[in-house]
């Protein structure tokens, strides 16, 4: 079955790091752009990042800029979302999609494939 599936959260103390992976099955990740979204309690999903099919082009939004850091790796199949810096208020459950149009728009939100998300909690 064709889909995504994130890992890597957990929680860590503000300041700390992590970093996610989504990892491709089915299909070849090479293929598609990659969107890192991320929803926190009573708020909606908002943009994090995006990377272009071949990693050449990145961005990021406003909030997570020269702390985050977005990659793939094409032979392992897998995209990164490497987080630093942490802070509370980037607590939420991060969720990957891989979709064959790239934006650089880190609120474009319609790609063909979407992970089950997973949490990253940041708090002392």
């Known amino acids: 079955q064709l889909h995504v599936a994130e890992s890597g959260g957990g929680l860590v103390q503000p300041g700390g790091s992590l970093r996610l992976s989504c990892a491709a099955f089915g299909f070849t990740l090479d293929d598609y752009a990659i969107g890192w979204f991320r929803q926190a309690p009573g708020k909606e999903r908002e943009g994090v990042s995006v990377i272009s099919m071949s990693g050449e082009d990145t961005n990021y939004a406003d909030s997570v800029k020269g702390r985050f850091t977005i990659s793939r790796d094409n032979a392992k199949n897998t995209a990164y979302l490497q987080m630093n810096s942490l802070k509370p208020e980037d607590t939420a459950v991060y969720y990957c999609?891989?979709?064959?149009?790239?934006?650089?728009?880190?609120?474009?939100?319609?790609?063909?494939?979407w992970g089950q998300g997973t949490q990253v909690t940041v708090s002392s």
């Open positions: 999609a891989a979709g064959l149009y790239y934006s650089n728009n880190v609120h474009y939100s319609s790609y063909e494939y």
